[in-house]
């Protein structure tokens, strides 16, 4: 809460009063995108984004991470990446850290962006239909912050995005708008723009215990939201967790 009020006063995350109504707390996004208080927390740190990593392992003193962009070195190292990911990195530098996330099993997520000329006929701005195919959708130019034409981000269920986890992204942005289409009971005009992203690892199922991981001797940690729960703020109080263990640990 602390954190979010900071980021509230930043300017960079907003209130959003339509999600909020059957919520205990209130709703909050992004702003200008959803990405800002990533952005304003990185500010002042050197970061490279956009980088993957391809290949973890011990060279003397430090890690080396082999990526598509170089060879990092560093004494220490936190994954902070999706449990299945952290697994296969983790694979053959650090396999009983890897044992660890290895056991998350974590739901798809195909999302949809469409935007529109006119308004749809949906008098709402978020709907939400957990047993439909779409799961969640919100009208995007609602949030705060935004502008531009009608638009919606549209989320298919877990297990409608299991059923076409393999389909193109060309395909997957009609498919799942003609099901909204039949959820919501309307004719919906051409979009003026359609596109698709498969979130992977978008629902996992969180472990018990600490929220983190860490060994300090060998200086490697893991967090992420499967160690805390499934949410935004899962992810961040894992990170602070272990962030705290680090620097408790020396």
């Known amino acids: 809460r602390a954190a979010v009020s900071e980021w509230e006063a930043m300017g960079v995350v907003a209130r959003w009063e339509a999600a909020s109504a059957s919520l205990e707390d209130p709703a909050l996004v992004g702003v200008p995108g959803m990405n800002a208080p990533i952005r304003a927390m ?10 993957r ?4 392992y011990r060279e003397g003193a430090n ?12 004494p ?22 890897a044992a660890i996330p290895a056991q998350v ?7 949809v962006m469409a935007s529109f000329a006119e308004p ?18 919100a009208r995007n130019s609602a949030k705060p912050g935004r502008s531009g034409p009608e638009s919606w981000v549209i989320h298919a269920s877990p297990a409608r995005s299991r059923e076409l986890l393999e389909c193109a992204k060309d395909e997957i942005g009609l498919t799942l708008l003609t099901d909204f289409a039949k959820q919501t009971g309307l004719d919906f005009p051409e979009p003026l723009h359609l596109s698709a992203h498969r979130w992977l690892y978008a629902l996992p199922a969180a472990l018990p215990g600490e929220p983190w991981r860490y060994d300090a001797a060998a200086g490697i940690g893991l967090a992420g939201d499967y160690l805390h729960s499934p949410r935004v703020e899962g992810a961040w109080l894992s990170g602070k967790a ?7 640990t020396g």
């Open 42 to 51: 990185a500010e002042p740190l050197g970061v490279d984004w956009s980088v």
């Open 53 to 56: 990593a391809e290949r973890l």
């Open 63 to 74: 890690w080396r991470i082999e990526s598509d962009c170089g060879v990092y070195a560093a």
């Open 76 to 97: 220490l190292v936190v994954l902070a990446i999706p449990a299945e990911q952290a697994a296969a990195l983790l694979a053959q530098a650090a396999p009983q850290l």
């Open 105 to 111: 099993v974590s739901q798809p997520c195909w999302a």
């Open 120 to 137: 749809l006929g949906i008098f709402v701005d978020t709907v939400r239909a957990d047993n439909d195919a779409i799961a969640w959708a």
């Open 242 to 248: 272990l962030a705290r263990e680090i620097l408790r």
